[in-house]
């Protein structure tokens, strides 16, 4: 029988088969391993799966990897709005300022989608960089903004006003 792949991986990680996962993930299998296409398990999981998410950090998935397009998986996450794999993604350091081809930090992502919770989650973290600008010289407030994402907007006014941490 042939070992594992990262294609069997990324496989049961796509279709959410935590059985699966977890038996590939007993027999050794890189979890860093990349698919056919260059993407690893935790880049192609089914992403409002935070068990599987879990899994795959657990057994040493890097969650700041970045796939040929710029993306680390935090991004796609925070694109889509799932809040409760981005809490996964956070406790095993996914880095929030990771920015992508454009310079999008998954806060840029998530504002211009209009995923109030996930927004909520990022800026809830320190070192949040909620001015950051990406290459077209737009925040996420900007994005917001321009999407007409009214209660991202608040969240992200309401962010400004708090003041800079004592040194």
Known sequence: MAEPSGNELASAAAKGDLVQLTNL?????NVNAQNGFGRTALQVMKLGDPKIARRLLLSGADPNLKDSTGFA???DVAREGFADTLQALLEFQADV???DDEGNLPL???AREGHARVVEVLLARADCKVGHR???GATAYDLAKLYKRSAVLKLLEDSRRCPA???
């Open 134 to 136: 990406n290459k077209r």
């Open 97 to 99: 300022n990771v920015e």
């Open 165 to 167: 941490p004592a040194d």
């Open 108 to 110: 840029h992502l998530a």
């Open 73 to 75: 998986v935090i991004h």
């Open 25 to 29: 993930l007993q027999k050794n299998v």
